[in-house]
Nanobody, 123 residues
Framework: QVQLVESGGGLVQAGGSLRLSCTTS????????VGWFRQAPGKEREFVAA????????QYADSAKGRFTISRDNAKNTVYLQMNSLKLEDTAVYYC????????????????WGQGTQVTVSS
């Protein structure tokens, strides 16, 4: 069974940085994508970034470009989301998810999800 565990969330001041981690287990196929999504209270879950594991191709939401960086350590089965220059509007629960095959920016395309980690940006 595929499992994902996120960590690294917390409280940070605007302009600060956080690094989220997503460790996967149970995935036997090397050609898979890992995506980061977030959901703020009262809002729909939205795409943040994704990476295709086998060749490292990345995608970013416009809101993340230039501030967030997704990366992977295949030896550790871990995908990271480095978030810099955080803004108040980045406050949300951040989820990682995985799917076989290429990346998607649609949450419904992902098969397995982590439990989420809270990121709170204060002024």
């Amino acid at each position: 069974q595929v499992q994902l565990v996120e960590s690294g969330g917390g409280l940070v001041q605007a302009g600060g940085s956080l690094r989220l981690s997503c460790t996967t287990s149970g995935r036997t196929n090397s050609a898979y994508a890992v995506g980061w999504f977030r959901q703020a209270p009262g809002k729909e879950r939205e795409f943040v970034a994704a990476i295709y594991s086998s060749i490292g191709i990345k995608q970013y939401a416009d809101s993340a470009k230039g501030r967030f960086t997704i990366s992977r350590d295949n030896a550790k089965n871990t995908v990271y989301l480095q978030m810099n220059s955080l803004k108040l509007e980045d406050t949300a629960v951040y989820y990682c998810a995985t799917k076989l095959g290429y990346m998607s920016q649609t949450a419904g395309a992902y098969d397995y999800w982590g439990q989420g980690t809270q990121v709170t940006v204060s002024s």
